[in-house]
Nanobody, 116 residues
Framework: QVQLVESGGGLVQTGGSLRLSCVAS????????MAWYRQIPGKTRDLVAA???????TYADSVKGRFTMSGDTAKNTVYLQMNNLKPEDTGVYYC??????????WGQGTQVIVSP
């Protein structure tokens, strides 16, 4: 199993920015890429952004134009730059495979809290 360690979360005011990082324990070879997921208490873990082979990125409608996902394969790391944050962005953010069928385990996530 790959180990994933997310970091970079915190408390920020509406309109602020955060940059999340996710380091994998080994090289992740996946044709379906990596993704960031967000979970709000009592709700399912939803995909927020994904990056696939060739650097192609996709985003949930709610974050388009505000979030940018990138990756550094040499460092086994993916990032999520979050700008113009809104209270509804609050949640625990996790990274994992973009293809849910490949997911075997989750990291501890990183908490993001956006105050009004």
């Amino acid at each position: 199993q790959v180990q994933l360690v997310e970091s970079g979360g915190g408390l920020v005011q509406t309109g602020g920015s955060l940059r999340l990082s996710c380091v994998a324990s080994r090289t992740i070879v996946s044709s379906t890429g990596m993704a960031w997921y967000r979970q709000i208490p009592g709700k399912t873990r939803d995909l927020v952004a994904a990056i696939r082979r060739g650097g192609i990125t996709t985003y949930a409608d709610s974050v388009k134009g505000r979030f940018t996902m990138s990756g550094d394969t040499a460092k086994n790391t993916v990032y999520l730059q979050m700008n113009n944050l809104k209270p509804e962005d609050t949640g625990v953010y996790y990274c994992n495979y973009a293809d849910p069928r490949l997911i075997q385990n989750w990291g501890q996530g990183t908490q993001v809290i956006v105050s009004p």
